[in-house]
T-cell receptor, first 117, second 113 residues
């Protein structure tokens, strides 16, 4: 069985602070995919990043960075110099390798991030 | 262009009504998905279509009936819903293949009275 744990239910920061959202996953598969999505109050889930299990290279995209560590089954997400527009619910998700028949995303419970001006 | 559109944005219906939710994508994706999301919870998969054929049904009650008329369109027909079916219904699409990213639409907020 697969499981994703986002232990931080809610995080509140002041603008310009750095914030890290934690994601820990469980799977018996050797090949799998990890995702982060952002869900602002409007409701749409916005894709942020996909990482496959055999690529542990960290990634930076503007103010966003991701730290994938297979040894600890973690895929953490850091926002540098947070802004009010970063306020949203952030979901980490896990997907098995394979075609669409294996396409079910296992989501974490989400972390509500509030950035205060 | 990674756009998935959904109509309507909001829907209020009675328990005896019949309504439909519509989803459209023009990205050439061959897999489409319906998710249900309750407040403060993650999305839950309902159905998956691959090449216009239903490939996954997550034991969804028959009052929800999906339809994929062509590769760009996905409908969800609703009939005799219950108040507990009130939720955000999200559509997504992806390329067919290993670990492909699912792109989501803005959702339809459904209220069943």
């Amino acid at each position: 069985a697969q499981k994703v744990t986002q232990a931080q239910t809610e995080i509140s920061v002041v603008e310009k602070e750095d914030v890290t959202l934690d994601c820990v996953y469980e799977t018996r598969d050797t090949t799998y995919y990890l995702f982060w999505y952002k869900q602002p109050p409007s409701g749409e889930l916005v894709f942020l990043i996909r990482r496959n299990s055999f690529d542990e290279q960290n990634e930076i995209s503007g103010r966003y960075s991701w730290n994938f560590q297979k040894s600890t089954s973690s895929f953490n997400f850091t926002i540098t110099a947070s802004q009010v527009v970063d306020s949203a619910v952030y979901f980490c998700a896990l997907r098995r390798a394979g075609g669409t028949s294996y396409g079910k995303l296992t989501f974490g419970q989400g972390t509500i991030l509030t950035v205060h001006p | 262009d990674t756009e998935v559109t959904q109509t309507p944005k909001h829907l209020v219906m009675g328990m005896t009504n019949k309504k439909s939710l519509k989803c459209e994508q023009h990205m050439g994706h061959r897999a489409m998905y319906w998710y249900k999301q309750k407040a403060k919870k993650p999305p839950e998969l309902m159905f998956v279509y691959s090449y216009e054929k239903l490939s996954i049904n997550e034991s969804v009650p028959s009052r929800f009936s999906p339809e994929c008329p062509n590769s760009s369109l996905l409908n969800l027909h609703l009939h005799a819903l219950q108040p507990e079916d009130s939720a955000l219904y999200l559509c997504a699409s992806s390329q067919e293949g290993d670990g492909e990213t699912q792109y989501f639409g803005p959702g339809t907020r459904l209220l069943v009275l």
